[in-house]
């Protein structure tokens, strides 16, 4: 099992939402939602990158603008993540059943162990971040590096995502993919399964997403 953190398994992203829209007050601006939107799933570098363009800032070094953001969003983490609906127990489910488990994430390592302390370092055999690998999503190297760590092939492994460029990566690696909407509405290809919330959603259910045995409803995300 491959999870995704942010919007996935923790209710983060509002969290995100808070110190982004300060820190373009900080600097003056407003964050469209356009752009958060867009930031959903992505490095620290895109954010920046989005975020400066965005308040019409494209000349500020994206490093001091990472360190204020990390910063922050580690003040907002240590005060406390809540789950989101259904994860918590997912996920001890899980574990329980004996499945190998990762956490593949675009987040860095400082803000990650940080949230380690909500979402328990024990219930991860391998924690992949975004500050650790040659690429972040959409690009397949997490999944495929968190794959590896595992010993099992991608295609071996049921990623569970939020974002279109989390989808995109499990996917370009090769894994079988359960979406879980949070903030962003997007469309979903043929092979994707979706669901509302992981609440109720049990190991034999992953199972059923894996084989392809489940049909459960698709559409778009959102």
């Not at 920046?48 to 494209?58: A, K």
């Not at 993919?177 to 092979?191: G, R, W």
Request: charged share 20%; aromatic share 4%.
């Amino acid at each position: 099992m491959l999870f995704d953190m942010d919007g996935t398994l923790i209710d983060s992203e509002k969290l995100w939402d808070v110190a982004l829209a300060e820190l373009a007050v900080h600097y003056g601006g407003r964050l469209s939602d356009e752009a958060r939107l867009a930031m959903v799933g992505s490095d620290m570098a895109t954010t920046m990158r989005l975020l400066h363009d965005d308040i019409g800032q494209p000349e500020r070094d994206p490093q001091v603008g990472a360190a204020w953001l990390t910063h922050r969003v580690a003040a907002l983490f240590a005060a406390g993540v809540q789950w989101r609906p259904g994860a918590a127990d997912l996920l001890r489910a899980v574990r329980a059943a004996g499945l190998p488990t990762a956490l593949v994430t675009s987040t860095e390592r400082a803000l990650v162990e940080v949230a380690l302390h909500t979402l328990g370092r024990a219930n991860f055999d391998v924690v992949v971040c975004g500050d650790e690998v040659t690429a972040t999503k959409p690009d397949p190297a997490p999944y495929l590096s968190a794959a590896a760590a595992l010993g099992v092939p991608a295609r071996r492994c049921l990623a569970v995502e939020d974002s279109p460029a989390g989808v995109a990566s499990a996917r370009a690696a090769g894994a079988a993919v359960l979406v879980v909407p949070a903030d962003v509405s997007f469309a979903v290809a043929a092979d994707v399964r979706v669901v509302d919330s992981l609440v109720g959603i049990t190991v034999a259910d992953l199972a059923a997403v894996f084989s392809g045995a489940w049909a459960v409803p698709r559409a778009e995300v959102g």
